[in-house]
Structures are given as structure tokens and as C-alpha cells.
């Protein structure tokens, strides 16, 4: 089945530890993105790619970067974790149409601890 | 800017009754509107979803009709079950910036 596959489920980090997240896409689809959740919060978006082409929403931390090697793969990089960016990081992809209205398929998420 | 307001949980019911989880929604044009799924440490499930007015969408005995006069997407089972018990949120995409506007969930459980 074609599907969003974040790795690992779970990852426990040391606070001022870069860590970074993996997802991977067998979608074919050119968009990705990346949420932060909080607990009993909705995700919020922290940055998305069409492409290779970077999009990062304003109120994103400098603190969190992306990198896009090839359309499947996408990474998330912290690079000095904190304890409030202990969360679940969900990973989702859309197609791409142009102007056009999309639906984003996510990832089961990664839940970061910060210790 | 878009907005959705979505029914304010923590939603408690009996296995088998009737479930309404209100949506609300304010967006340019005619957004696409999406109902997610997110059972407990999992990420989100797409639901159902309609493209424009008066569409319905359904899936896993959940309905939800895109209603423009009334700017509403409502969440409707005739019959939940325990495994229902999860949080729903309710999103639009008006394609003007390639971005998800959520609801801020609606936590639900089913008793048995």
C-alpha cells in the first residue's frame, strides 16, 4: 500500500541534542510537510516543500530546519532541542496541483521526549 | 483569514447512540473540507471529505454534507461504537496557501 512512514514512532533526546526525524513517501507526491502536535492541541505547521522548493511558515522557530535530499525522503533536524519542543512531529504529503485545493495524507508521527 | 470552530469536547457517549460533532467555518471562496481521525498516539486518519457545496462525504458509517449557506461541515454517526473513541478535527484547504486550517478537536469516547 502506498503510504507516509515516519521514523522512529518514539525518540527520547537530550535537551541541547540535535536530533533529527526521517520520513519517507511512496506516494509519488510532490508536496510534503511537517506539524508540530502538542498534547490535546491541533498540529501546527512548521514548514513544507513543494519540490525541492523550501517553504517556511513565519512563526517557525529558527531552531528547527529541513532538509528534502529526493522526492520520497524528508528530515526533520532540531538543533538544540528544548523542553517545549517535546511533542509529536507529524510528517503528511499532498499531490501538488497547481492553485488547486489538496488533501494531505500524514504519517502515524514521531513522539520526541526531551530529557 | 480562514477559521474553523469546531464542537468544544469532551464528547462522552453510549456504545450504539447517535453522534453530532458541530463544525463551523469561515474561508475565501469554496474551500475543500476534511474530517481527521487521530486515535491515541497514532497520527491523523483522513476521515471523509467534500470538494463543494452540498457534497456528502462518508466513510466508515461517519457522514458529514458541506453545507455553504450555513458554513458547516457536522460530523454525523447513527451508531457509535468503543473503537470510535478518538479525537476529531475538523480542516479546510481554500488553496490559497498550500496550508491545513484546523478545528482544535473534539476528543470523543464511547462507553460500552
Known amino acids: 500500500d502506498a503510504m507516509v512512514i515516519q521514523n522512529p514512532r518514539y525518540q527520547v533526546t537530550q535537551f541541547g541534542k540535535p536530533v533529527t526525524l526521517s520520513c519517507s513517501q511512496t506516494l509519488n507526491h510532490n508536496v510534503m510537510y511537517w506539524y508540530q502536535q502538542k498534547s490535546s492541541q491541533a498540529p501546527k505547521l512548521l514548514f513544507h516543500?513543494?519540490?525541492?522548493?523550501?517553504?517556511n511558515e513565519a512563526d517557525t522557530p529558527d531552531n528547527f530546519q529541513s532538509r528534502r535530499p529526493n522526492t520520497s525522503f524528508c528530515f526533520l533536524d532540531i538543533r538544540s532541542p528544548g523542553l517545549g519542543d517535546a511533542a509529536m512531529y507529524l510528517c503528511?504529503?499532498?499531490?501538488?496541483?497547481?492553485?488547486?485545493?489538496?488533501?494531505?495524507?500524514f504519517g502515524p508521527g514521531t513522539r520526541l521526549l526531551v530529557l | 483569514g480562514d477559521s474553523v470552530t469546531q464542537m468544544e469536547g469532551p464528547v462522552t457517549l453510549s456504545e450504539e447512540a447517535f453522534l453530532t460533532i458541530n463544525c463551523t467555518y469561515t474561508?475565501?471562496?469554496?474551500?475543500?473540507l476534511f474530517w481527521y481521525v487521530q486515535y491515541p498516539g497514532e497520527g491523523l486518519q483522513l476521515l471523509l471529505k467534500a470538494t463543494k457545496a452540498d457534497d456528502k462525504g462518508s466513510n466508515k458509517g461517519f457522514e458529514a454534507t458541506y453545507r455553504k449557506e450555513t458554513t458547516s461541515f457536522h460530523l454525523e454517526k447513527g451508531s457509535v461504537q468503543v473503537s470510535d473513541s478518538a479525537v476529531y478535527f475538523c480542516a479546510l484547504d481554500s488553496g490559497s496557501a498550500r496550508q491545513l486550517t484546523f478545528g482544535s478537536g473534539t476528543q470523543l469516547t464511547v462507553l460500552p
Open positions: 474561508a475565501t471562496g469554496y474551500p475543500s
Open positions: 503528511a504529503t499532498s499531490r501538488g496541483q497547481r492553485g488547486g485545493q489538496e488533501t494531505q495524507y
Open positions: 516543500y513543494y519540490d525541492k522548493d523550501f517553504n
